[in-house]
Structures are given as structure tokens and as C-alpha cells.
């Protein structure tokens, strides 16, 4: 049961380029800023900076639509939908998006940022570097912005965890009236992203956040894969 959360910004993290350390930079902030990471600290990380530092940045002409056709195809396993410029693809990590999450915001103009390979091991590398370099074990996160379908807006969610649930599955278990829960599988790594979220913002260069106060049984290791419907269960595949 978790009846207060503490949701800090990461600030003066430094730009981040291909090949530098993301937890380093993220502990050195957060101990300056007065707020070291603590034992059962989720750390909720963009995936912009660790496409940085992993190389997954791309040339791109903004203004050549037949480029940026031709990436999202790559960056695609299908084409679930076109329409005008744009696309929902389905990814190889299995996430349906638009434009198979090829982002050109806050990056150098003429670049795309495109999604990690592997944003599991993404998170589970930085939580194995916070452990080695500050002695805390935290969960990890890596978030996106995505949109939602039968929904308005747009909101953070996870794409990469490493020792925290990604989804919290509370069927067969009662609920405050003693009912079963037939259905009830709650997305915690989606609601720590969103949450995250609200102290980094769109435009503010933060790109890092520590939630706290989180209940310690959902540490546990995990993958994302969790949250990714299965086909046969998905109405829009």
C-alpha cells in the first residue's frame, strides 16, 4: 500500500553524447542537487538520452518526407495504419506508435532519434552502474512519450525496466468489499513514467527523475514485455 509518493527532477544533468555513462551523470546531479539516490529509489530515465548515449542517433532530412519514410519502414516489423504524414507501425519491440517512436525533438536539427535496441537492458545496465558507482539498489525505467487508443493527449509510459514490476497482477485477489478481481492488471511502470513525467516536462531539458516512497514488494525483476498485449488479445493488430 503506498500512501505518499515523492517525485523529485534530476536538474543539471549535462548534455549527453554517444558513449558516456548515463548513471554516472545522473548520481552526480542528484547528490549535488541535494538529493542522492536512496536504497528503493526508482530512477525514470528518457529515452532520448539513452539513445544518445547508446548511438541511436540518425542523419535526417525533416524536410525529405520520403526519408522519413523510408526510416519509420526500417524502424518498423508493420504498418498498422497511414494516414497523411502519419504512421502507426508496430516496432520490433513489439509497441504500436507512431512512426515507429522516431522522435526529432530535442535533438540537433537534421537528426531522429530512434528508439534503444534493447531498452530492458538499457535500464538494467544504468541500475547495474548506479549499484557499482553509489552502493543503492534502485529500479530503473525508461520512459517514451506515446499516445493512447479511445484517448485524447499524449502521456509518458515505460519502455525499458529493470527491478521494478512492470505490470501488477491482482487477479484472484479481493477487493475492498472481499470480490474477487476477475481482470485487474495494473500498468505500475506506465503510472512511475507518467508520473516522472510531470517534474521533467516536454521543455524543460530534465530528462531524468526519481520516484520514491514506492511499495517495496513491487521490486522485482521484470521486462516490458509485460506491458506489450499479445496479438491474438490486440484489436488494433
Avoid: Y
Amino acid at each position: 500500500m503506498v500512501r505518499a509518493l515523492t517525485t523529485i527532477a534530476v536538474d543539471g544533468i549535462a548534455e549527453i553524447r554517444r558513449g558516456d555513462e548515463i548513471a554516472e551523470h545522473i548520481a552526480v546531479a542528484a547528490e549535488r542537487q541535494g538529493t542522492p539516490l536512496l536504497h528503493g529509489d526508482c530512477v525514470v530515465v528518457t529515452q532520448k538520452i539513452v539513445s544518445k548515449a547508446e548511438g541511436r542517433i540518425v542523419a535526417l532530412d525533416p524536410h525529405d518526407p520520403d526519408a522519413k519514410r523510408r526510416l519509420i519502414d526500417d524502424e518498423s516489423v508493420r504498418i498498422v495504419r497511414r494516414r497523411g504524414d502519419l504512421v502507426i507501425s508496430e516496432t520490433r519491440h513489439g509497441f504500436v506508435c507512431a512512426n515507429a517512436g522516431i522522435d526529432l525533438s530535442n535533438v540537433d536539427a537534421g537528426t531522429a532519434a530512434l528508439l534503444p535496441l534493447d531498452a530492458d537492458r538499457s535500464a538494467k545496465h544504468i541500475r547495474d552502474a548506479i549499484r557499482a558507482r553509489v552502493g543503492v539498489e534502485v529500479a530503473v525505467v525508461v520512459s517514451d512519450t506515446f499516445g493512447r487508443p479511445w484517448r485524447m493527449g499524449l502521456t509518458d509510459v515505460a519502455i525499458g525496466v529493470s527491478g521494478i514490476a512492470a505490470v501488477l497482477d491482482l487477479r484472484d485477489t479481493p477487493d475492498a468489499t472481499g470480490r474477487i478481481l476477475q481482470v485487474t492488471e495494473v500498468a505500475i511502470a506506465d503510472e512511475v513514467a507518467g508520473a516522472a513525467e510531470l517534474v521533467m516536462g516536454k521543455s524543460h531539458g530534465i530528462p531524468a527523475a526519481i520516484v520514491r516512497g514506492l511499495d517495496p514488494a513491487w521490486f522485482r525483476e521484470s521486462s516490458v514485455r509485460e506491458l506489450v498485449r499479445p496479438p491474438a488479445e490486440d484489436l488494433f493488430r
